[in-house]
């Protein structure tokens, strides 16, 4: 099976068995070993990338279903040596001990702090038809948020603060 | 997981004739089921047809209804203003169940068509008349706490895990389908799911090939004042154990008409009809609601582990009208 995927701004052909997941593209084909595999079940949140702008999990889908697609990986975040915001956020707060679960976590943070400068509320949000305030989102909301992301080592407390950071900052995050 | 050969298709029509042409062919939607019961053979597919560029993943608002594509995401579901507006019930029900990621990808359809979360249909060393028609049901007696105590057979006890179907439900949404021969039809939502009876196996009411390329949730002025109560273990990311999807149409004090749906505790999405006529021109009091799920819990069917569920349930669906009469949700 042909797939031309688009991986943090580089484009590659694969030709693989269609049973090959993303997850598995892009660690044993193009070598990009920051997306973990933890549970490879769609339990923990380890492998999560953002495909297309939306935060997915890498093990349940199929390479072959990204045809076309652009997917944005650990890899790509930082500008040469200057971290992405939320990596900077991550350091600063101590969001993460053996770091295991670190690179889902920041993909995943980007998106939550994107989602609530949209407005889109979550299931801890007091009423669905508000609009929701980044300004001023709760760690309640926070957790919420984030609960797509498990920690083995519970640094959850440092994790929500990084999260805390960087939605509380001007201007939201850019991609 | 089996070798299978995967199919693009930008066209529903021939999508329903690709996988029509194979008994062992599915399409392939977000893949947040699919995909992992692949890995865990539970599922072995010689063909997968991706429909997610079938062009069916638009959400068309008017003032008759709401037309959500089949390839919608459950984020974009829950997330949309219009949804959010009219049928707060149905966006409470979908961010209550799993994460963004996994609502993120996965589809509409593709919700409606999950499978349960039983432990025996997932592990094939196990007796399961699901996954292996006759093989018999280790969860009769085995560890069934989180299992069905409503639409229950002795062949099956598996809980249907869909938030989103218990609002759907209490909606009168109706599926639109495509089949390979070109036909389309629709199906009302509550005929579309099938209790296991005798024949666990078939879970809904579509033909092998046959596409659902839209559902149509008719506008009901009363569900903007709509709630979604789900209990569970976990404060998130969670199957319900019992979850109550409610509508209350209210003159003063006294019920014009209610609806309720019930989760985590049935076979299939769960329509209370009788406690919804008996709840029709009576007082919003607690006393009412308490005997409304007297009602609706009357035929529950408890085993071993699972028999908590029937109070709990009846519970819920007390606080769930209480919270939505109190403007308290």
Redesign the interface.
């Known amino acids: ?1 042909r797939t031309r995927l688009h991986v943090n701004d580089t484009t590659h052909e694969l030709s693989a ?3 090959l ?1 993303l997850l598995d593209a892009l660690r044993d084909v193009l070598g990009l070993f920051g997306t973990k595999k933890g549970c ?3 339990a923990c ?1 380890a492998c ?1 990338v953002i495909i297309d702008g ?4 890498s093990c ?3 390479a ?2 990204c ?1 076309g697609q652009h997917v944005l990986t650990i890899e790509g975040l930082a500008a040469a040596d200057e971290l992405h915001p939320m990596q900077a956020a991550f350091l600063h707060c101590d969001g993460f001990q053996c770091g295991y679960c670190t690179p889902g976590q920041i993909l ?1 943070a980007i ?2 702090v994107q ?1 609530a400068h949209a407005g ?4 801890v ?1 007091p ?3 508000q609009t929701v305030n980044a300004a001023t989102l709760t760690d309640d909301e926070i ?3 984030m ?2 992301n498990l920690c083995r080592c519970a640094a959850y407390p440092n994790i929500v603060a990084a999260v805390r950071q960087v939605l509380h900052a001007h201007g939201g995050v850019a991609l | ?1 089996r ?4 199919q ?1 298709s930008t066209d529903a029509a021939d999508a329903a004739a690709a996988v029509a042409a194979s008994s062992g062919a599915m399409f ?1 939607g ?3 089921t699919l ?2 019961l692949m ?2 053979d539970v599922l072995a597919p010689d063909t ?1 047809v ?1 429909v ?1 560029r079938l062009g069916l993943s638009n959400i068309v608002v008017s003032d008759e209804a709401i037309v959500v594509g089949a390839t919608v ?1 459950n ?1 974009q579901l ?2 949309h203003p219009a949804v ?2 009219r049928f ?1 019930v149905l ?2 029900a979908i ?2 169940g ?5 609502r ?2 996965a589809t509409v359809a593709g919700n409606m068509l999950q499978r349960t979360r039983c432990s025996y249909f997932r592990d094939v060393h196990a007796s399961c008349n699901r996954r292996q028609p006759g093989s018999g049901c280790d969860a009769l007696d085995g560890f069934n706490r989180g299992h069905a105590v409503l639409g229950v057979s002795e062949q099956c006890i598996a809980t249907h895990p869909s938030d989103m179907c218990v609002a759907m439900i209490v909606l009168d949404a109706d599926v639109h389908t495509a089949r390979a021969d070109g036909s389309r039809r629709s199906i009302p939502f509550r005929d579309f799911h099938l209790a296991p009876a005798d024949t666990p196996h078939r879970e809904v009411a579509l033909e092998h090939g046959e596409l659902i390329t839209h559902i149509v949730i008719p506008h009901l002025p009363a569900a903007r004042r709509s709630h979604y109560l789900k209990v569970r273990d976990r ?3 969670e199957f319900a154990l019992a979850s109550a999807a409610v509508v209350l149409d209210l003159d003063g004090g006294i019920i014009r008409a209610a609806r309720l749906g019930l989760g985590g505790v049935a076979t299939k999405p769960w329509r209370a009809l009788d406690a919804e006529h008996f709840l029709a021109g009576r007082a919003a009091s607690d006393e009412t609601f308490r005997q409304a799920a007297e009602i609706a819990l009357a035929g529950a069917v408890g085993r071993e582990h699972n028999h908590f569920k029937i109070e709990l349930a009846k519970r819920t669906i007390v606080r769930a009208f209480a919270a939505l009469r109190d403007g308290n ?1």
């Not at chain 2, 070798?3 to 995967?6: L, V």
């Open positions: 099976m068995d269609p049973r997941t490879d079940q769609g949140g999560t939306q935060r997915v999990l349940l889908t199929l072959a279903a045809e995943s998106c939550a989602e889109v509320p979550s299931h949000t009423d669905v038809r957790r919420e948020r609960s797509g | 997981m070798a299978f050969t995967f693009r392939l977000g893949g947040t995909v992992d890995k865990v997968l991706d997610r995401t984020s829950a997330w959010r507006d707060p966006s409470e961010l209550s799993a994460t963004t990621q996994i993120n990808m404060a998130s990311y949700v």
